[in-house]
């Protein structure tokens, strides 16, 4: 069966610094891979999301980028967090083959102080 | 630009009776629906899903209604019970643009014992 990895959990980063995190899929192969924010109040946001190693699109305009360096792995980054990149971060991934539900991480709270 | 919307940001029902939970969508290209729930602090769960071939699916309490004129869908549930008390994210996709899953703000539901 497939399962979804994401880490860490909680991460509490200053103002400026960079921020890394990991999401990796098992159980399947050439998954679509997707990045969601949810921020205070809202709902989930789509950050990026890949259909295949290298190929990343971006959904807004932000201070946070993407990369899949790997087939089933897909990481958010950030040179410099801004407060306002505050919020809890999905992976997710699908088949990506005609209708397909998305499975979600269990995510990551950031807060930037 | 929120191309599907939840227009009620919560609902609280009595136990035993039905939940109704509300999406619009603005997209015309969107052809998969989706249900998800999600507990605080942790990842989306998939909860039950329509395309757009159908008006209507039904998964043992839950089931969800598509009028694709309105460009509206509904999640019911019933009988609602206490544990179902979570905030319902609606989704929608488009298969031809590569299934990029695209999430309302969310309904908070209170089931009341």
């Known amino acids: 069966s497939q399962t979804i990895h994401q880490w860490p959990a909680t991460l509490v980063q200053p103002v400026g610094s960079p921020l890394s995190l990991e999401c990796t899929v098992e159980?399947?192969?050439?998954?679509?891979l997707y990045w969601y924010r949810q921020a205070a109040g809202r709902g989930l946001q789509l950050l990026f999301y890949?259909?295949?190693?290298?190929?990343i699109s971006s959904e807004v305009p932000q201070n946070l980028s993407a990369s899949r360096p790997q087939d089933r792995q897909f990481i958010l980054s950030s040179k410099k967090l801004l407060l306002s990149d505050s919020g809890f971060y999905l992976c997710?991934?699908?088949?990506?083959?005609?209708?397909?539900?998305?499975?979600f991480g269990q995510g990551t709270r950031l807060t930037v102080v | 630009d929120q191309q599907v919307k939840q227009n009620s940001p919560s609902l609280s029902v009595q136990e035993g009776r039905i939940s109704i939970l509300n999406c619009d969508y603005t997209?015309?290209?969107?052809?998969?629906f989706l249900w998800y729930k999600k507990y605080p602090a942790e990842g989306p769960t998939f909860l039950i899903s329509?395309?757009?071939?159908?008006d209507k699916n039904e998964d043992g309490r839950f089931t969800v209604f598509l009028n694709k004129s309105a460009k509206h869908l509904s999640l019911h549930i019933v009988p609602s019970q206490p544990g179902d008390s979570a905030v319902y994210f609606c989704?929608?996709?488009?298969?031809?643009?590569?299934?990029?899953?695209?999430f309302g703000t969310g309904t908070s539901l209170t089931v009341i014992p």
């Open positions: 997710a991934w699908s088949g990506g083959v005609g209708w397909d539900e998305a499975f």
């Open positions: 159980g399947t192969s050439n998954p679509n």
């Open positions: 890949s259909v295949g190693i290298g190929q």
């Open positions: 997209n015309s290209m969107f052809d998969y």
């Open positions: 329509i395309s757009s071939i159908k």
């Open positions: 989704a929608a996709s488009a298969s031809s643009t590569g299934n990029q899953f695209y």
